[in-house]
């Protein structure tokens, strides 16, 4: 089972960026997808986004055109880079995995079986 543990989060002013990262060794796996969620205070969890181990990448609507989502070629470290960062994006982010599949739908929390123990991100008006 691959063990997931997150980094990176931080304070930032608005307009600001940070880049999130997420310790996941896959060596041994071909096929998964992994993703970055976040949860803000009083509020339900929401699929950022996605990569799977094809490529394909997935995003929230609310984060299109200001976050990547990537991975190292060597598969150990999955990144988000956010770039704009607004109040709207403060919350505490979680990696996740899913091994052996690629998912459909990737932005729903309950396809994944593997959680990081998450990273706070704070954005300040």
């Known amino acids: 089972q691959v063990q997931l543990v997150e980094s990176g989060g931080g304070s930032v002013q608005a307009g600001g960026s940070l880049r999130l990262s997420c310790a996941a060794s896959?060596?041994?796996?071909?096929?998964?997808?992994l993703a970055w969620f976040r949860q803000a205070p009083g509020k339900e969890r929401e699929g950022v986004a996605s990569?799977?181990?094809?490529?394909?990448?997935e995003y929230a609507e609310s984060v299109k055109g200001r976050f990547t989502i990537s991975q190292d070629n060597a598969k150990k470290i999955l990144y988000l880079q956010m770039n704009t960062l607004s109040p709207e994006d403060t919350a505490m982010y979680y990696c996740?995995?899913?091994?052996?599949?690629?998912?459909?739908?990737?932005?729903?929390?309950?396809?994944?079986?593997?959680w990081g123990q998450g990273t706070q991100v704070t954005v300040s008006s």
């Open positions: 990569i799977d181990s094809s490529g394909d990448t």
């Open positions: 996740a995995a899913r091994l052996h599949l690629r998912l459909s739908s990737p932005l729903y929390g309950s396809y994944y079986n593997t």
């Open positions: 896959l060596y041994s796996y071909t096929v998964y997808t």
